[in-house]
T-cell receptor, first 120, second 118 residues
Framework: QKEVEQDPGPLSVPEGAIVSLNCTYS??????FMWYRQYSRKGPELLMY????GNKEDGRFTAQVDKSSKYISLFIRDSQPSDSATYLC????????????????????FGDGTTLTVKP | GAVVSQHPSWVICKSGTSVKIECRSL??????MFWYRQFPKQSLMLMAT?????????EQGVEKDKFLINHASLTLSTLTVTSAHPEDSSFYIC??????????????FGEGSRLTVL
């Protein structure tokens, strides 16, 4: 079983729709949760990151983390054709020692990505 | 945000040759960079952690002699695919973290390098 599970889609929605992207994970030690957007033939770019549980909002994007259910979500409001991309969730450990913290926080475990198409 | 540049973005080579991919942090210093491999429609798989001034740390199953990593400065890491074979054809991506105070792990990714081995 993978540590991080993500429905690969594809997901197709009309412009203006609310999009919900989700990941589940099995390792309760993950504390740091990230969402990346990757356009075709490009590297991923970080959209949002959240530490521990709770919600975080940035413009049209909202990230939610439910550690009790081991479930994270990314919501996109008023979706646009330019949002069409593959969305990757990622999560990592955090250790409190300075050097280990820096190294381990970088070793993220990624989901397989969900391909989203927003139709005009 | 910070910029990570990869070069070349696309390379085709003959089987048996070696290919070097560069990863540069353009406007920040990075003591740690990461190299990933991504097959079509699959997620990023961490290959190795590149540490400035010391040996890279490879993930299980990644051949050290096949994928040579050098992190000679705080802004440059290179990945050399030695004696490339068609099965090495993939999308290789690097990332780096800005080493600023209070940073909590935000990674900046390069644009990726697509390697095709004939």
């Amino acid at each position: 079983q993978k540590e991080v599970e993500q429905d690969p889609g594809p997901l197709s929605v009309p412009e203006g729709a609310i999009v919900s992207l989700n990941c589940t994970y099995s390792n309760s030690a993950f504390q740091y949760f990230m969402w990346y957007r990757q356009y075709s033939r490009k590297g991923p770019e970080l959209l949002m990151y959240t530490y521990s549980s709770g919600n975080k909002e940035d413009g049209r994007f909202t990230a939610q983390v439910d550690k009790s259910s081991k479930y994270i979500s990314l919501f996109i409001r008023d979706s646009q054709p330019s949002d069409s991309a593959t969305y990757l969730c990622a999560m990592s450990y955090l250790l409190m020692e300075a050097m280990s913290y820096l190294l381990s926080a970088g070793k993220s475990t990624f989901g397989d990505g969900t391909t989203l198409t927003v139709k005009p | 945000g910070a910029v990570v540049s990869q070069h070349p973005s696309w390379v085709i080579c003959k089987s048996g040759t070696s290919v070097k991919i560069e990863c540069r942090s353009l406007d920040f210093q990075a003591t740690t960079m990461f190299w990933y491999r991504q097959f079509p429609k699959q997620s990023l798989m961490l290959m190795a952690t590149s540490n400035e001034g010391s040996k890279a740390t490879y993930e299980q199953g990644v051949e050290k002699d096949k994928f040579l990593i050098n992190h000679a400065s705080l802004t440059l890491s290179t990945l050399t695919v030695t004696s490339a074979h068609p099965e090495d054809s993939s999308f290789y991506i690097c990332s780096a973290r800005e080493e600023s105070g209070g940073d909590t792990g935000e990674l900046f990714f390069g644009e990726g390098s697509r390697l095709t081995v004939l």
